[in-house]
């Protein structure tokens, strides 16, 4: 069997353990391989010269669009170490690029679409010195001078075939440390964890379903069960935060769920994503049972123009009435908004500060809308000619000049300046409802002031404070144990 190293380039510090490149790991060494994963910041890169790494038969390295550069800062490094040595790509960067991607970086193979199984098929092939890949759906090779493309992989039908992450390959305590990953709620041991692939939804600024075809599939809720009850035992869990990009949707799904749950009394928190179009009473009473504190919504705008061009599908009737029914119901209401769609005017922008003025949002946040690859606003930015800035590993939800759009860019940070300052009150009081959490909070900070200092820079720099959170946070990672098992 092939020893195989798996690559993650962290491009933000934060706490989430990365559960695609884990359950590809967790797929190939159920079927004999040898892993090794690597979870890497900038300050782990000599993490590339360890034996495990420069000894093994393949490197696979997982990319978004945000970790392009460091990725290929890694490309680089083992190239010159050991130019024979076989590097795979796959994520959503390179599935969506394909050949190009290949053309450009100094790579041999490209896993794309869904994962483990190419992978799994790859790894055998390598090991056993196939030289024919053809047959292998899913995969983009280098052919002598030519580029091959196989028939794309189909889909896994059953989720709950595929064996669970493979957290037993990092040091996974430093995914669980404080302050947790449901914000406002202080745990000492916060997870994440996926029930679902793809998303029912078709947003225009969402690439999610390019990956799946657009097909939304989900774990049974025994399998999900399972795996919670494993995460308690084996690492003692307190909170879990789901990252379905729609976890709350299937009332019968979610009531089996919460059943469950409460039988197995099960006595940790979790928090999770919802869409205004799919929730209803039955389902948010069902999770609040169980444990649940607090929804996340994707509301992105208050204008009805701007939801149609979207494709958000849902009107401003059905964003109150869903706010106001998980406030109802004891649940703490989150809501994210975009500003700078290509279309965007003034008036737009008001509809929705105006919008969250009529709303109880416990907290609110605004992003500006950024083309990521395979996303239709990609697909609108190539076909019309709007990027500006060319280096996509500076494409984030929080930079502003990355594309042209109808507003200039100054104009959207005044609005969204006024946005948070709308916003800015329900957003301190969120936390100083939970004395309980500014009080450890603030230990907290005190025992790392130099990510508290570091955190103040950087609001000032980017003259935004109510990033100061987000701030704070990388920081504190920098200086963290690494992740890593390997030494």
Request: glycine share 4%.
């Amino acid at each position: 069997m092939a020893n195989v190293c798996l690559i993650y380039p962290r491009d933000i510090n934060l706490n989430f353990f990365p559960l695609g490149l884990g359950y590809v790991a967790s797929y190939i060494k159920s079927q004999g391989h040898n892993v090794t994963f690597l979870d890497i910041k900038d300050n782990d890169f000599d993490l590339l010269d360890h034996p495990k790494v420069q000894e093994a038969d393949i490197i696979g390295v997982s990319i978004t669009t945000p970790q392009l550069r460091f990725a290929q800062k890694i490309f680089k490094k083992l190239k010159n170490d050991r130019p024979d040595l076989p590097i795979v790509a796959g994520g959503i960067h390179p599935s969506y690029f394909k050949q190009k991607f290949l053309e450009e970086n100094n790579i041999d193979y490209i896993v794309y679409g869904e994962g483990e199984i190419t992978m799994n098929e790859l790894c055998n092939a390598i090991d056993s010195k196939k030289t024919d890949m053809s047959d292998i759906r899913g995969l983009i090779y280098r052919n002598g001078d030519q580029i091959s493309i196989n028939l794309p992989r189909e889909l896994i039908p059953d989720l709950d075939e595929m064996p669970f992450p493979a957290r037993e390959l990092v040091n996974y305590d430093t995914y669980l440390q404080p302050p947790g990953l449901i914000r406002g709620v202080w745990t000492e041991r916060s997870a994440n964890l996926s029930t679902s692939r793809g998303c029912p939804g078709r947003c225009t600024y969402c690439g999610v379903n390019y990956l799946y075809n657009k097909m939304y599939r989900r774990r049974t809720v025994d399998s999900v069960i399972s795996e919670i009850e494993f995460m308690i035992k084996e690492h003692n869990i307190d909170s879990l935060y789901f990252m379905d990009d729609t976890f709350l949707m299937n009332t019968e799904w979610i009531e089996e769920f919460s059943d469950k749950f409460i039988a197995k009394k099960f006595n940790i928190k979790f928090s999770c994503y919802g869409r205004v179009d799919t929730v209803n009473e039955r389902i948010l009473r069902a999770v609040k049972r169980a444990g649940c504190v607090q929804v996340e919504y994707g509301v992105e705008s208050g204008s009805v123009p701007v939801l149609k061009a979207i494709k958000k599908n849902v009107d401003i009737n059905k964003i109150k009435d869903a706010l106001r029914l998980t406030k109802k119901i004891g649940l703490r209401a989150q809501a994210s908004f975009i500003f700078g769609f290509p279309d965007d005017k003034i008036e737009n922008l008001m509809d929705t500060i105006n919008l969250v003025a009529d709303l109880d949002i416990d907290f609110s946040t605004a992003y500006f809308a950024t083309p990521y690859p395979a996303s239709e606003l990609y697909e609108q930015a190539i076909k019309e000619d709007r990027i500006i800035e060319n280096d996509m590993s500076k494409w984030y939800v929080r930079a502003n000049k990355i594309w042209r759009v109808n507003l200039d860019h100054h104009t959207l940070e005044v609005y969204r300046n006024k946005f948070l300052k709308q916003v800015r009150w329900n957003n301190i009081m969120f936390f100083f409802k939970n004395p309980k959490f500014l009080f450890n909070l603030s230990i907290f900070a005190l025992k790392n002031i130099d990510a508290v200092y570091g955190a103040i820079k950087d609001s000032i720099k980017y003259k935004s404070f109510d990033d100061a959170g987000y701030y704070f946070y990388a920081h504190l990672t920098k200086g963290q144990e690494t992740r890593n098992l390997i030494r």
